[in-house]
């Protein structure tokens, strides 16, 4: 499995990105996907995912400003993120537990996150 994450970039408070998470090696739409970040100094922390029939989770810190989305098309995972803030400064990574769950609801256990992509980062900021 291989994950590709990209749309990283400096942005202005209040601003937004999308990053997008390409995949290799599986079928994004069958498997449970997630983003993580990590912060300076900080723990990595899970901040969104979707499973495999669709049903989608997000961290109190970025619910009603981030949308987690999949691209089956391109096989890709993409996170829009809006009114950002500058405590959303962080190193973005695209995660999926390599379990498949086509029909699953569930995808916020986060400990069975095994296969990372590279990160991009992501800096709010004037």
């Known amino acids: 499995v291989e994950l590709v994450e990209s749309g990283g970039g400096l942005v202005q408070p209040a601003g937004s990105l999308r990053l997008s998470c390409a995949a290799s090696g599986l079928t994004v739409r069958y498997y449970p996907m997630a983003w993580f970040r990590q912060a300076p100094g900080k723990e990595r922390e899970a901040i969104s995912c979707v499973s495999g029939d669709g049903t989608t989770f997000y961290a109190d810190a970025v619910k009603g400003r981030f949308i987690i989305s999949r691209d089956n098309g391109n096989n890709s995972v993409n996170l829009q993120m809006n009114s950002l803030k500058p405590e959303d400064t962080a190193v973005y990574y695209c995660?999926?537990?390599?379990?498949?769950?086509?029909?699953?609801?569930?995808?916020?256990?986060?400990?069975?996150?095994?296969?990372w992509g590279q990160g991009t980062q992501v800096t709010v900021s004037l």
């Open positions: 995660a999926t537990d390599g379990l498949f769950d086509r029909y699953g609801s569930t995808c916020n256990h986060w400990e069975k996150y095994s296969s």
